[in-house]
């Protein structure tokens, strides 16, 4: 994996390459004889106001801009920009008038005195503009991050309890049955325990957990209704496809659905599973038959699961699936395509 990019200190090598530039452009660009002038201005005194530019770029753009620039002291925030633009000014043709005495009659000198310190000012102030922009941005995402990450456990909170609920009336069924089936029922119970205390805390999981968690919920299935329901499950994934990662407890919902409304409202029910991988996508298909004149399937709870999934695709793969649900002709039949990461 590769490491994280900082960009903070790749912001502060940025600002020291270039005011180290603009400091030593004099003695990169000139030589001694010419006393390493830029045009008619010599190479220490370029230096110095360079100097000085960088005192009034990070003065405004660290100190008074953020401080003062505002409804309550924008009056003072104007006032002291000014004397800090006339201070570098006056400082700037102190210098020239210590050290550089003849180039005072120099006319285009004065043109590098006023002017920078007036663009250098603008610039820091776009530039806080800027980097404030980027600031809130930023923290607009991780506010957004967080509440995203805080409605998934919400869905994911939702989702489990009412799974639990069924495992459990499973193993009611068996132990009246006084089944021989039941031990190896609270081993997958035992698994399915596992996964979700552990495992479904991760942002992904991998795929191939995902499968075994769902895996062991119909065969928990099968053992409760044993011949009464047709239940087929067609699973085609092979070890490299299981590394994928995926978003736990996202397939359960659409199986639970189909044996909450598909089981004892038909004379004959049936489910179909199918998965498999193809091209780096998941192709996942629930097909079950219902009546649909039998209203006892409807309750408090029903459809729950398939909101509360649909919202965390929205939310987590935005354009990256694709879920196609046909309710017809007393079958309901959903198809989830995936890009997997």
Not at 210 to 215: A, G, M, S, V
Not at 322 to 328: A, E, G, R, T
Request: with cysteine; charged share 20%.
């Amino acid at each position: 994996m590769k490491p994280a990019v900082n960009y903070k200190y790749i912001g502060y090598a940025l600002h020291v390459v270039i005011w180290a530039t603009l400091l030593l452009l004099p003695y990169l660009v000139s030589n001694a004889a010419n006393e390493y002038r830029i045009g008619v201005i010599p190479g220490p005194f370029f230096t110095g106001t360079v100097l000085i530019n960088a005192i009034i770029f990070y003065a405004n753009a660290y100190y008074m801009y953020p401080k003062l620039c505002n409804r309550r002291f924008w009056f003072l925030y104007i006032v002291t920009g000014v004397l800090l633009l006339l201070g570098s000014i006056w400082l700037k043709f102190h210098a020239l008038a210590v050290w550089f005495p003849a180039m005072m009659r120099e006319g285009a000198v004065y043109r590098y005195i006023a002017a920078p310190s007036v663009i250098v000012f603008i610039i820091s102030i776009i530039y806080r503009r800027i980097i404030d922009d980027v600031r809130f941005e930023r923290e607009q995402k991780e506010k957004q991050s967080a509440q995203l990450l805080t409605e998934l456990k919400f869905l994911r909170s939702q989702i489990s309890p009412h799974f639990m609920f069924n495992v459990l009336t499973n193993l009611v069924s068996l132990a009246r049955k006084k089944s021989d089936r039941l031990e190896q029922s609270l081993i997958r119970l035992s698994d399915l325990m596992r996964y979700m205390l552990y495992d479904a805390r991760e942002k992904k999981v991998e795929l191939r957990k995902e499968i075994e968690y769902l895996d062991s919920y119909i065969e928990l299935q099968k053992l409760r209704f044993e011949n009464e329901v047709s239940i087929r499950s067609a699973i085609d994934l092979n070890d490299a496809d299981g590394r994928y990662a995926i978003e736990p407890m996202l397939l359960i919902p659409f199986v639970e659905n189909a044996f909450k409304h598909g089981i004892g409202y038909s004379t004959h029910p049936y489910i179909y599973i199918k998965l498999l991988v193809n091209r780096e996508s998941l192709i996942f298909e629930v097909l079950n038959n219902f009546d649909p004149e039998d209203n006892t399937s409807k309750d408090e709870s029903s459809g729950i699961g398939l909101a509360n999934v649909r919202t965390r695709l929205n939310m987590l793969y935005k354009n990256n699936y694709s879920l196609v649900i046909n309710n017809s002709d007393n079958l309901f039949h959903i198809i989830l395509t995936l890009k997997l990461t």
